[in-house]
């Protein structure tokens, strides 16, 4: 199931290059990406796990309540999160000329399924 | 020049709390608050500063680009924060159910103003 939604997601959102559900620990249950030169979604996606690992620290001492989304802008990529669990979350990689929005609805839309598979 | 700017940033987005410069080191050039219950921005702003360190990093190991944006979205709050600078930041923390668009369309308009003044 989670091969399907990652698939759905990546053909779905114009710009997007692979999509994963992750641990925090940097661990992917499933990927899927599109041949694209020079990114490797395993590495960026790691890098970020730790980070995010960060960021919901933060939101636990500021009592800002639960983190729920994150997103990244870089000079040649956007980098949207969704937070599915305690311990796992969805990443989409995408251009930075790609359609954001569509992205976000798509990782909101699929979120609530993911949820119940990892239950 | 940044109080100004500050205050228009806070003032102009429906929901706005607050709006801080600062350096990655934690340290804030100016901000400007509205008065709400239970929230420092400064311990927000000085956890976020960390985090923005190694999302920073993580950009320059990965060559995705320089990092121009980061937007953190949680049960309560959103948090929009543009970089201006090698140093500096620029964070707009605000209600969950404000304006974010407006935000970050403001923090958009204002970067370079900012940024020729940190020069």
């Known amino acids: 199931m989670f091969a399907e939604v990652l698939r759905t997601l990546v053909e779905e959102t114009s710009g997007a290059i692979g999509a994963v559900v992750m641990g925090y620990d940097g661990i992917a249950i499933d990927q899927h990406l599109r041949p694209v030169e020079g990114v490797d979604l395993g590495l960026v996606a790691v890098e970020y796990a730790n980070i995010l690992k960060e960021v919901k620290k933060a939101a636990e ?9 994150v997103t990244i802008l870089t000079g040649g990529y956007q980098i949207l999160i969704r937070i599915l ?7 989409l990689l995408m251009r930075r000329e ?3 929005g569509k992205g976000r609805f798509l990782l909101m839309r699929e979120a609530p399924g993911l949820r119940a598979e990892l239950r």
Chains 1, 2 share one sequence.
Not at 85 to 91: A, L, M, N, P
């Open 85 to 91: 669990s305690e311990d796992y979350f969805i990443g």
């Open 61 to 69: 001492i500021l009592q800002t309540g639960e983190l729920e989304e």
């Open 98 to 100: 790609g359609n954001a």
